[in-house]
């Protein structure tokens, strides 16, 4: 069994920062891509940055230059710095990870909870 739990979310005024965390555990053979999505109040759910095992990233439009993406291979876990925050970044984060099935080419999603995270002044 696999969990990935969030950590970091909170209340940040605009212009603050945030870092968020993701740690997996269990049973765990090899992780391919990890990525974070959120979800605002009566909005769809959509991908902020995703990023490979070999550290290639990609970011939604509205948050370049504005949040980095990273990983830690040897911890499993996937970190999210969120900087300049504004008050359209309100969301619940959660995240995602693709894991691999020992002695196959197999992966399944997992995902995360979720962790609040509001701007406001």
């Known amino acids: 069994q696999v969990q990935l739990v969030e950590s970091g979310g909170g209340l940040v005024q605009p212009g603050g920062s945030l870092r968020l965390s993701c740690a997996v555990s269990g049973t765990i053979f090899s992780i391919n891509n990890m990525a974070w999505y959120r979800q605002a109040p009566g909005k769809q759910r959509e991908l902020v940055a995703a990023i490979t095992r070999g550290g290639s990233t990609n970011y939604a439009d509205s948050v370049k230059g504005r949040f980095t993406v990273s990983r830690d291979n040897a911890k499993n876990t996937l970190y999210l710095q969120m900087n300049n925050m504004k008050p359209e970044d309100t969301a619940v984060y959660s995240c995602?990870?693709?894991?691999?099935?020992?002695?196959?080419?197999?992966?399944?999603?997992?995902w995360g909870q979720g962790t609040q995270v509001t701007v406001s002044s």
């Open positions: 995602n990870a693709q894991i691999v099935i020992m002695y196959s080419d197999s992966y399944y999603v997992a």
